[in-house]
């Protein structure tokens, strides 16, 4: 059979079907190989931003210049979004959807067997059909599950519901036997979806996704699950209680804000208000006085006052966060946001992602600075001499371990962008 080059670009979803995918072609008889050498280059693409799609078409022509032999086949978000695009660029053989990604391993077969044809696309309905129930796979110290896909919201500024369809969830036996199997070999699982506080609503009985964690803890051996991102009002009561109660659930929490005045929220289709979004974070702190509390924050959506961006900084600033995803905001074809007036010139969102980014790196470090002299539990990395501790700051190691172990280290110092485990004498 012949090589193929698979590269993932997004979120964790989309790495964990990227895994599925390299998964089945070797599981057919293809073989990784370097992008400039395979003879089939998967670019598993994003749509979130306009430099998103840019990146996967940046993709194509470095792939065309590097290996023009190679055969080009687009999937993921790009893909399900703007298809005749895509395959229009140089190169590209096949375009596949989110609707088909699961069948890309069998087109690719076909593909070599028979005799060849002119550029295919092959897109459908994202939310047709049941979940596609991708399990990862490879040597990454730290998989992605994918036990949820789609988002049954519809934010105005948001291609996703688009492009991935309605709220699915993973069978909660398929996902117990996935993690058992996963604990086998990794130490850390993080479980994830693009939105994964919804796990369980589609199913019979309408299980939460306290509920799963509490049987993956009963029923498996895992080290440690780290939970990808969950929308603020899903951080319920029971599930902070759980993360609080078992020292095998990271403590990092991601909920993402986008905005912190209530006006802007409104515009957005954002389903909660500033106050609703504070109290949840608040409560965070309160169950896990050491977690890492993350956000994503856009900037510059339209109509964003000068008022209503300083409503935003002031409410990041009272909160206890110690990491921001800072979004400039890029019109999305065919979503309500992108036809709202008012659009923020580009030099005015650039400064407010700026401002946004200073305070996200100023609340990093005085975080980091409390864990001088403490004990952190960490997850070693593939990266020779590099950790992650479950409150999701990396700690370059004082020696190096094996990767894929969790290990306990003090902390003696800070580096640019993280900590530095105290040597032992």
Not at 147 to 163: E, K, L, R, T
Request: glycine share 8%; proline share 7%.
């Amino acid at each position: 059979m012949g090589t193929f080059f698979l590269e993932n670009f997004g979120c964790r979803t989309a790495q964990a079907e990227g895994a599925a995918i390299a998964a089945d072609l070797t599981a057919r008889g293809y073989t990784p190989a370097g992008a400039d050498e395979a003879d089939w280059v998967i670019l598993n693409t994003c749509t979130v931003t306009a430099a998103a799609d840019e990146d996967a078409r940046q993709a194509v022509y470095r792939v065309r210049r590097r290996n023009p032999a190679a055969r080009i086949l687009i999937t993921g978000c790009y893909a399900q979004r703007a298809p005749r695009q895509a395959a229009a660029l140089p190169g590209v053989l096949w375009v596949v959807g989110n609707s088909h990604k699961a069948q890309i391993a069998s087109l690719i077969a076909e593909e070599d067997a028979g005799p060849g044809c002119p550029t295919r696309i092959c897109v459908g309905d994202a939310g047709a059909g049941a979940f596609w129930t991708a399990a990862p796979s490879g040597d990454r110290t730290r998989p992605n599950l994918k036990i949820q896909d789609g988002c049954s919201f519809h934010c105005s500024f948001c291609v996703i519901p688009a492009v991935r369809g309605h709220s699915r969830s993973a069978p909660e036996a398929w996902v117990i036997e996935q993690v058992r199997r996963l604990a086998g070999r990794y130490r850390e699982i993080v479980l994830s979806g693009i939105n994964l506080g919804r796990w369980g609503r589609d199913l019979p009985g309408r299980p939460r996704l306290a509920a799963l964690l509490r049987r993956l803890l009963e029923q498996t051996e895992v080290e440690r699950l780290r939970l990808s991102s969950l929308e603020p009002m899903d951080l319920s009561d029971e599930l902070l209680e759980l993360m609080a109660g078992s020292p095998r659930i990271a403590r990092h929490v991601h909920a993402p804000l986008q905005s912190g005045s209530d006006s802007v929220l409104r515009r957005m289709r954002r389903w909660y208000r500033a106050r609703h979004y504070a109290e949840r974070i608040r409560k965070v702190r309160a169950w896990l006085p050491e977690a890492a509390i993350g956000a994503d924050v856009m900037a510059g959506f339209p109509g964003e006052t000068d008022h209503e961006f300083q409503e935003t900084l002031r409410f990041i600033e009272a909160l206890p966060f110690t990491y921001l995803h800072v979004f400039t905001y890029s019109a999305r074809p065919g979503t309500p946001a992108a036809a709202l007036p008012d659009q923020v010139p580009p030099p005015v969102r650039k400064e407010r992602n700026r401002l946004l980014r200073e305070a996200a790196a100023r609340k990093n470090r005085e975080f980091r600075a409390r864990m001088l002299g403490r004990k952190l539990s960490v997850v070693t990395l593939e990266q020779p001499g590099v950790a992650l501790s479950d409150n999701y700051l990396k700690v370059e190691l004082a020696r190096p371990r094996e990767p894929n172990r969790i290990v306990e280290v003090e902390i003696g110092g800070l580096t640019a962008d993280g900590l530095r485990e105290r040597p032992v004498s």
